[in-house]
């Protein structure tokens, strides 16, 4: 079964920043587009950013755009989250996900998920 990895989470101050990574180990995801979703404790998981394949054509969750920025390195398969000037609302538990079809940012079938890493911002 294919694994994403996510790695990079921790602890950081309101205003701060914090690099996300993931992997998934002997795969490169190759033509997949691949994104980030979070969930904060006592609400849903939202969607907060994708990235495509090829043109690296990316969306974000509007409470985060201009500050997190999602790009790809193909040959290594990996993803990140830049995420910068960052809140105490975002908060949460991060996971990488991936899928082969994407059509919008709330009604992609995501078909692999990582297995979260925290992210906790202190004011």
């Known amino acids: 079964q294919v694994q994403l990895v996510e790695s990079g989470g921790g602890l950081v101050q309101a205003g701060g920043s914090l690099r996300l990574s993931c992997a998934a180990p002997?795969?490169?995801?190759?033509?997949?587009?691949m994104g980030w979703f979070r969930q904060a404790p006592g609400k849903e998981r939202e969607f907060v950013a994708a990235i495509g394949w090829s043109r690296g054509n990316a969306y974000y969750e509007d409470s985060v755009k201009g500050r997190f920025t999602i790009s790809r390195d193909n040959a290594k398969g990996t993803v990140y989250l830049e995420m910068d000037s960052l809140k105490s609302e975002d908060t949460a538990v991060y996971y990488c996900v991936a899928t082969r079809v994407f059509t919008t940012t709330t009604t992609t079938r995501w078909d692999y998920w990582g297995q979260g890493t925290q992210v906790t911002v202190s004011s």
């Open positions: 002997g795969r490169t995801f190759s033509g997949y587009y």
